[in-house]
């Protein structure tokens, strides 16, 4: 069933020093990233239904953190990035942080290790979104305006109008939803890569050891990529709730500028 | 070992790398809805809820400040009661010890006063019986010594004498005595 394992079956352990799947896609071929998706969903869900559910003005440990993070979101992106206008895009800002953060999150958890940011349609989807309400708010908020502004920042010469209309436009534009996109994928599709081939080789190599196929000399390399796979593990528990952290800050940022003429 | 890994992850990557770069219709569609259903749990649920705990929390936060000082003022005017009840009983009861002092001044002064006046009372009275006393002594004496005298003369003169007039005679003779 499991595309990594049944890939790593046929690597040579007693020659490689990495169990690489005969083709790295097979990875990330899993039919039922849909299924972790809709499980994603559920799970947001569910926390915040039993967080706030009959929410105590002297909240409990979990109430607690549930309000922390929405804080964290509410507070230090949406009021302070955006301003008191940024309140209206809280619940979208919420919805963008526990997504991807649950999302990356996924990668962590036995059995499922696999976090769906790291199919290129989650990232694509949200970034679009932002710089669906980036063009659309802008609009609404100043016009054409926003779209002279966007190209022709304040105090460009003339003569340079056409190159920074060009660069602006395409920066702006065309670069900032792949970017954001790129940044999320990139490191969670990065992250993913690292666990499963050091965990999935240090596994082979311990049980190559367990079953006798290989010596305890060569059988040490495993124990070596369980270490780095731990610490990579841990680094990815960081990686992920950074990367839903700056994912959010960014489509704040894109938001306040469309809200908020430069000059 | 880990460049080896890398080469050999883009060298697969590379055979249909571009697979990996396009969003497949059940995840977009997928990503989509469970988006939608996270945003519509945020929007009417969690966030609402959380700004009303946060109202409510600031409600009551407010409402215990202002409770608390409502005590505070009542406990500083109670302990303000207190220390004017305080101050009052110590004035009256220095009143009252002042009064009984000078109570007990008066009924000393009184009951010195009567003392003296009794004492007085009771030397005159001594006095006055002594010199009765001596009075009543110097009559009976006086009588004694005429009728000694008469007696005496009596036995001298060998008669009997006028007795009433021998007495006035020696009466008027030991008044004159009395006058000199």
Known sequence: MDPLILASEECD???????????????????????????????????????LRKPKLVPGKFQASVESLISLVSDSIARDVIGP?????????????????VGNLMEL?????????SRMAIPLTLALLTWVIFVVEGIRKQGLHFFLDLIWPPGVPVALKPLVGLIEFVSTLIVRPFSLTVRLFANLVAGHV??????????????????GDISVLRGSIGAAWFVVGVAIFMFEVLVGFLQAYIFTLLSAVYIESSLHPQH | MIADVLILAEEATESSGIDLLIPTVPELVGGVLAFAVVFFVMWKFAWPQMQQLLDNRQKAIAGQIQEAEAIKAEA????????QQ????????????????????????????????????????????ASSEKARAMTEARQEVANLSIDLAEKVVGNSLDRAAQKSLVDNYLASLEGA
């Open chain 1, 85 to 101: 206008e940024g309140v209206k895009y809280v619940p979208y800002l919420l919805s963008l942080f526990f997504f991807i953060w």
């Open chain 1, 109 to 117: 958890v036995p059995g499922i290790n696999f976090p769906f940011t």
């Open chain 1, 13 to 51: 352990i007693a020659r490689e020093v990495v169990c690489v799947p005969a083709n790295v896609l097979d990875l990330f071929e899993f039919n039922s990233v849909p299924i972790f998706i809709g499980l994603g969903a559920v799970i947001i869900a569910l926390v915040m239904y039993f967080a």
């Open chain 2, 76 to 83: 500083q005017s109670l302990l303000d009661d207190y220390r």
């Open chain 2, 86 to 129: 305080v101050a009052g009983a110590k004035s009256e009861a220095n009143q009252i010890v002042e009064a009984a002092r000078s109570q007990a001044d008066t009924v000393k002064a009184d009951l010195i006063a009567k003392a003296q006046t009794e004492a007085q009372g009771i030397v005159g009275k001594a006095r006055e019986d």
């Open chain 1, 194 to 211: 690292m666990l499963a081939l050091l965990l999935g080789s240090a596994g082979f190599f311990l049980l190559g050891v367990l079953g």
